[in-house]
């Protein structure tokens, strides 16, 4: 009959090597993810440049109030 032995390891060090595990693949996916983001909130809400660039091309300055 075998002894299962089993080891006790800290949380820590756990988190620890599930961070530094693959660390190369993480870091990319943190990249993507930031630059999908940015593009998202691009979408969502332009910068104010644009949206006065808008409002000047189409010449809707008396309908914006601005």
Known sequence: MKK??????SWGHELKLA???RWKE???ALVLAF???NML???IHP???KQQEFIEQHGLKEQSGL
Do not use: P
């Not at 299962?4 to 390891?9: A, I, P, R």
């Open 26 to 28: 993480k870091l990319a």
């Open 4 to 9: 299962e032995t089993t080891t006790h390891v």
């Open 47 to 49: 910068t104010s440049k």
């Open 41 to 43: 909130k691009q979408q």
């Open 35 to 37: 630059f999908f983001w």
């Open 19 to 21: 961070c530094t595990r």
